[in-house]
């Protein structure tokens, strides 16, 4: 899955506004439409600290008994998380 598309799929689970989600990454609205559309990545450099971010992000608000139950659309597996931390690193280790 492409690095926009999984964005997009994580925003939609999270149910939290693209807005949102942007300023809590230090980024524009516009400049994370350009990624969710393809027209712009991270640069190698800071794909990884995107990604941690990212993950801690959604880790943060979509972390709770059963949660791996909202990710079967978008994951080919079914894991139940223990922790925060492990869906955090599951999610920052999937990229």
Request: with cysteine; aromatic share 16%; proline share 4%.
């Amino acid at each position: 899955m492409k690095s926009g598309k999984l964005l997009e799929e994580l925003i939609d689970i999270a149910q939290t506004p693209k807005t949102d989600f942007a300023i809590s990454m230090n980024m524009t609205p516009s400049g994370l439409s350009k990624i969710l559309k393809g027209a712009r990545l991270p640069l190698l450099k800071e794909k990884r600290e995107f990604s941690r971010q990212a993950a801690a992000y959604f880790a943060e608000i979509l972390y709770g008994y059963g949660c791996y139950t909202k990710f079967m659309n978008i994951f080919p597996v079914i894991y139940d998380f223990n922790s925060r931390y492990e869906l955090e690193k599951f999610l920052y280790l999937y990229d």
